[in-house]
């Protein structure tokens, strides 16, 4: 773009502040007890954007949050986008030397911390080096999270951090465009090493252009936010573009099934992203029948395909559910099913989505797949795809071909353009919508005492899509429980990672090549 040439404010704090000044008493967010208006929640950002400011933080810098869904979690969001800092969610679920690890990557000014996650940060094994580096910041102002007990010397209190900012000079919120980053958002790669996904505010901007121009979304819709936020299907699916739209949003810590139905009825939710372990816990309570959550319009549904007994059990409800396709790097919807196509292409993730490309490519010719119903890996390109990993061109590298990313899941077309996803080129388990890798998950494993080979492979799950089997060979006399397996793995793996079950063998399956024989070992988990 020529420099003379005017570019256009995209910040999502500049969207809520314009929603406050012309809808000051709007609701904005119901979060436990309590209801925010827009002018309560713009206030609140600007509060913390001070807090932030007198801690030293600047355009740039990095604000990282680890807790479970909350009013500061978007809070704090807000304010460091308000002041030009990129905001780093962190996975609740991950174990200490997990966090650790992505904090050192991601070297935030200010970490925002749960007394729910207090241990976690103080297992840390260089916590001293972290705050010298780190402002830790406690959240005492949460009803939700009460402080438990004293706080370590290493913590300050959030209240009184605010409290003590409210004279630093704040000016509005800076204009941030396309190529500005947003967030940090960490996920694994093929060899489970964290990589993080760089999304400006360009990515996530015309994701809510690509939602909006093709899903019944409305003003002053309700949404639903209780998939973890820290994953971009929580955040950026509908609860960053509602908000800029004047919406109002549900933020629940977490999710249950029975409040979710109780939660769409009494507040006659209009949206929400849900993964299709949800949708059967939800289908499964007894209170299923009992409910009115047919004002559920926008029900986007992704992490994995949605079984057609579900679809049928959830039209019978009036509501349709809408499959979609993406990633973190899609920010995250590359494809869309139609609310009207959702029972007429069952099992399709839909087409592509207004301003995103998609295309089959062969992974090895790097040709496009020409026939319909033939398959490939499926290429995207984009406003809406991620810009790179940080600090590692080398993987960013490795994700691009001639500006197309490519997103390792392989799929087909079929003859009306309809996308349909069918296996994943790399060997990444999706549980209950959470992505695992077998190398992570077998590396934390061998050093269990005894064991002399191993591989980690995923299975069909009715409840979570797919559930983490290990299979393993072991020194004569030896023969662990799974029990035993998942205690050592602990404090190596968030527990969503740990094998629910073992499959002993004499030998693990491998290919001449000395490598892990996947096909072998899946078949011998399926026959025993």
């Known amino acids: 773009m020529n420099d003379t040439q005017q570019k256009t404010n995209i910040n999502a704090a500049t969207g809520v502040a314009r929603q406050a000044f012309f809808f000051p008493d709007q609701e904005a967010i119901i979060y436990g007890e309590k209801t925010y208006s827009y002018a309560q929640l713009a206030d609140s950002v600007r509060s913390m954007a001070r807090l932030l400011l007198a801690q030293g933080v600047k355009e740039n810098d990095r604000v990282a949050y680890l807790g479970l869904n909350s ?3 978007l809070e704090g969001m807000l304010a460091s986008w308000w ?34 996650h207090q241990d976690v940060i103080d297992a840390m094994a260089d916590l001293d080096q972290l705050a010298t580096a780190t402002t830790m910041v406690m959240i005492d102002d949460d009803p939700q999270v009460p402080l438990n007990g004293g706080l370590p010397e290493h913590y300050q209190l959030l209240g009184p951090l605010r409290a003590a900012a409210q004279d630093t000079e704040l000016g509005e919120a800076l204009e ?7 967030m940090l958002m960490f996920t694994s790669g093929t060899t489970g090493s964290p990589k993080g996904v760089q999304l400006t505010h360009g990515n996530v901007w015309w994701n809510s252009v690509n939602v909006d121009s093709l ?3 409305r003003r002053g819709d309700t949404n639903l936010a209780v998939a973890p936020l820290f994953h971009i299907g929580g955040l950026n699916a509908l609860t960053i573009r509602s908000l800029v739209r004047g919406g109002r949003t549900v933020i629940r810590r977490n999710f249950d099934p029975r409040q979710v139905l109780r939660d769409i009825e009494q507040y006659q939710v209009n949206q929400a992203f849900l993964v299709p372990a949800m949708l059967g816990a ?3 309570t007894d209170e299923f029948e009992q409910y009115e959550i047919s004002s559920l319009r926008a029900l986007i549904c992704a992490g994995a395909p949605v079984p057609p007994i579900l679809l049928s059990q959830y039209q019978h409800k009036g509501v349709d559910v809408q499959q979609a396709w993406g990633l973190t790097e899609t920010a995250p919807f590359a494809t869309y099913l139609p609310r009207e196509l959702t029972h ?6 839909g087409m592509p989505m207004p301003y995103t490309e998609v295309r089959i490519v062969d992974p090895v010719s790097l040709e496009e ?4 119903g033939q398959t490939g890996e499926m290429w995207v390109k984009g406003p809406n795809v991620t810009s790179g990993y940080w600090e590692d061109q080398e993987a960013t590298r490795a994700a691009f071909h001639e500006g197309w990313f490519r997103s390792g899941d392989i799929g087909y077309k079929d003859a009306d353009g309809y996308l349909y996803i069918v296996d994943r080129l790399k060997d990444m388990i999706i549980s209950g919508g959470e992505n695992i890798y077998p190398a992570e998950v077998e590396r934390a494993l061998t050093g269990f005492p005894g064991l002399t080979d191993i591989a980690v492979v995923g299975v069909p799950d009715e409840k979570w899509g797919e559930r983490v089997v290990a299979v393993i060979s072991c020194k004569p006399g030896m023969n662990p429980s799974v029990e035993e397996i998942r205690a050592y793995a602990e404090s190596h793996l968030a527990r969503y990672k740990l094998p ?24 011998l988990v399926s026959t025993r």
Do not use: W
């Open 176 to 182: 941030r465009h396309e190529a500005d980053l947003a």
């Open 215 to 217: 899903v019944d979304t």
């Open 344 to 349: 007429a292409k069952p099992g399709s993730c």
């Open 71 to 73: 009013f500061t979690f």
């Open 83 to 116: 002041i030009g800092a990129v905001y780093v969610p962190l996975n609740f679920r991950l174990a200490p030397g997990e966090v650790a690890g992505l904090l050192t990557r991601s070297a935030p000014k200010v970490l925002l911390v749960e007394p729910t």
């Open 500 to 523: 629910k079950e073992i499959v002993v063998t004499e030998d693990v399956p491998r290919n001449g090549a000395g490598k892990l024989d996947k096909v072998a070992i899946r078949s």
């Open 369 to 372: 797949v020409a026939e319909d």
């Open 282 to 284: 939800m289908q499964q």
